[in-house]
């Protein structure tokens, strides 16, 4: 059984950091490409970014260009999106999700977004609050 689960989510002061875990297993890691994605209600779903060990570095939507680094520990099967100097516009419910690698694209050469069409598995979410 395909599972992502999300943590790290909580209140932070703007200008703070933040570090999302997205734990992964019932598939090959290495096969996968895993995304971020954040959403607030009433809006659709906005793609981060994504990660795959197959793809070269990654690209990221231009409201987190710069202040947010996804990366993943293979070993650990998990994915980390860090996330610095956030802001009030950050606040967002943040998504990981799964799909095999050749299902999208992740890295900075093709400049494209991952789609959430092409995202099979989804964790259940972890709330990000930036509020003073």
């Known amino acids: 059984e395909v599972r992502l689960v999300e943590s790290g989510g909580g209140l932070v002061q703007p200008g703070g950091s933040r570090r999302l875990s997205c734990a992964t297993s019932g598939f090959k890691f290495d096969d996968y490409a895993i995304g971020w994605f954040r959403q607030t209600p009433g809006k659709e779903r906005e793609a981060i970014s994504c990660?795959?060990?197959?793809?070269?570095?990654?690209y990221y939507a231009s409201s987190v260009k710069g202040r947010f680094t996804i990366s993943s520990d293979n070993a650990k099967s998990t994915v980390y999106l860090q996330m610095n100097d956030l802001k009030p516009d950050d606040t967002a419910t943040y998504y990981c999700?799964?799909?095999?690698?050749?299902?999208?694209?992740?890295?900075?050469?093709?400049?494209?977004?991952?789609?959430?069409?092409?995202?099979?598995?989804w964790g259940q979410g972890t709330q990000v609050s930036v509020s003073s």
């Open positions: 999700a799964a799909t095999i690698f050749h299902r999208t694209t992740c890295s900075d050469r093709y400049a494209r977004l991952p789609q959430s069409d092409n995202f099979a598995s």
């Open positions: 990660i795959s060990s197959k793809d070269g570095s990654p």
